[in-house]
T-cell receptor, first 118, second 111 residues
Framework: GAGVSQSPSNKVTEKGKDVELRCDPISGHTALYWYRQRLGQGLEFLIYFQGNSAPDKSGLPSDRFSAERTGESVSTLTIQRTQQEDSAVYLC????????????????FGPGTRLTVL | KNQVEQSPQSLIILEGKNCTLQCNYTVSPFSNLRWYKQDTGRGPVSLTIMTFSENTKSNGRYTATLDADTKQSSLHITASQLSDSASYICVVSAMDDKIIFGKGTRLHILP
């Protein structure tokens, strides 16, 4: 596709339920990031995938959060036993090869999934 | 501690006017600094990127500056348009692969 896509665009769930968010990165991009953005706040790093390397999970806020990526394609972010504080927009971004600090690795963001936990 | 601070938190200006947004950072070792524009309901889009040796970078009506000595950056918007209404996010990357996001400046352009 032309850009990063995410689904669903909106998700409303009840407290305690599990949710799964999907990200389709730009074809050929080896790096994939998940971020959380609470209302009126900045982006909060969650997890980073780079090729076949072990993912950087240092940003995951609790063990209720997990993410997987199949090769260099689709990624899913799973939140188990959702809590009201999980309500936020979850953004996915992808970039081409190279370390995250490289000058040339622009992150291309998807439109996000707005999660509301009632 | 790696931090990126942006100011002001929000800004309202009239269409056609210029404005400047500020970004101060304490990220080390520094790799590069990007400014992103985030329209409401959308993901951020990169406007400019600057490395240590670059002092200024332009993208149309957007001009970013970087002072690596004082660890400050600014984003200047010339002749603002209604479509400039958005959040502008300063993002600093470190050599150790850390990426630190500022909380953004919310810009409102009034007709």
């Amino acid at each position: 596709g032309a850009g990063v896509s995410q689904s669903p665009s909106n998700k409303v769930t009840e407290k305690g339920k599990d949710v799964e968010l999907r990200c389709d990165p730009i074809s050929g991009h080896t790096a994939l990031y998940w971020y959380r953005q609470r209302l009126g706040q900045g982006l909060e790093f969650l997890i980073y995938f780079q090729g076949n390397s072990a993912p950087d999970k240092s940003g995951l806020p609790s063990d209720r959060f997990s993410a997987e990526r199949t090769g260099e394609s689709v990624s899913t972010l799973t939140i188990q036993r959702t809590q009201q504080e999980d309500s936020a927009v979850y953004l996915c971004a992808s970039s081409s090869q190279g370390p995250r600090g490289s000058s040339y690795n622009e992150q291309f963001f998807g439109p996000g999934t707005r999660l509301t936990v009632l | 501690k790696n931090q990126v601070e942006q100011s002001p938190q929000s800004l309202i200006i009239l269409e056609g006017k210029n404005c400047t947004l500020q970004c101060n950072y304490t990220v080390s070792p520094f790799s590069n600094l990007r400014w992103y524009k985030q329209d409401t309901g959308r993901g951020p889009v990169s406007l400019t990127i600057m490395t240590f040796s670059e002092n200024t970078k332009s993208n149309g009506r957007y001009t970013a500056t970087l002072d690596a000595d004082t660890k400050q950056s600014s984003l200047h918007i010339t002749a603002s348009q209604l479509s400039d209404s958005a959040s502008y996010i300063c993002v600093v990357s470190a050599m150790d692969d850390k990426i630190i996001f500022g909380k953004g400046t919310r810009l409102h352009i009034l007709p």
